[in-house]
């Protein structure tokens, strides 16, 4: 399978702890997106990089959450001192830098539940 | 501010007929609109998408228009079968320092009938 993946595909945690997740992008896509999507709603930007270079962050994305991608590869999204308003599915994207529409390629998410 | 917004939150058609989703935009500055579809329990899947200075484009059974004048973008799925029933997305980009970031709606429920 050539498309992007995340691990783990479901997470369970007790409000406080601590989460990572991990997303392989397509791998000659140079950016790679992180969103969440709650229950009925669209996917909302969380952050990207472009290769190693986290460029945009949104506002959502609290002090708690943080994005790395260290080779310009693989990303993680940790999220410390988990709340239960974390609940949510959180998607990860990968795109070329330069194409016709520099479509986003989606993978199947992680869902976080926050107990 | 930036709103992507979807007018129908549940659509039911019958197998066989053609099915018509649409989508409102705010921001005259989006350049790029992508429709998605989600089934349950996957991420987002690309369909078509177009670009701001194009009013129409076709895929297979697949038809988005574009009408800029009053910021309102369509999903025609021809024929529509059951493995269409999904939720549907809109998204715009605005194209600002070359973010390619995203803007979603909030989505529209296909439910095909037999």
Redo the contacts between chains.
């Keep these: 399978d050539t498309g992007v993946s995340q691990n783990p595909r479901h997470k369970i945690t007790k409000r406080g702890q601590n989460v990572t997740f991990r997303c392989d992008p397509i791998s000659e896509h140079n950016r790679l997106y992180w969103y969440r999507q709650t229950l009925g709603q669209g996917p909302e930007f969380l952050t990207y990089f472009q290769n190693e270079a986290q460029l945009e962050k949104s506002r959502l994305l609290s002090d708690r959450f943080s994005a790395e991608r260290p080779k310009g590869s693989f990303s993680t999204l940790e999220i410390q001192r988990t709340e239960q308003g974390d609940s949510a599915m959180y998607l990860c994207a990968s795109s070329l830098l330069a194409g016709v529409g520099n479509e986003q390629f989606f993978g199947p998410g992680t869902r976080l539940t926050v107990l | 501010g930036e709103s992507?917004g979807l007018h129908l939150p549940t659509l039911s058609v019958q197998e066989g007929d053609n099915s018509i989703i649409n989508c409102a935009y705010s921001n005259s500055a989006s350049d790029?609109f992508?429709w998605?579809k989600q089934e349950s329990?996957?991420?987002?899947?690309?369909i078509i998408?177009i670009?701001s200075n194009m009013d129409k484009r076709q895929g297979q059974r697949v038809t988005v228009l574009l009408n800029k004048t009053v910021k309102h973008l369509s999903l025609q799925i021809a024929a529509t079968q059951p493995g269409d029933s999904a939720v549907y997305?809109c998204?715009d980009?605005i194209l600002t320092?070359g973010?390619?970031?995203?803007?979603?709606?909030?989505?529209t429920q296909l439910k095909v009938e037999l």
């Design positions: 992507v790029y992508i998605y329990g996957k991420g987002p899947q690309f998408d670009r997305f998204a980009r320092g973010g390619n970031k995203l803007t979603f709606g909030t989505g």
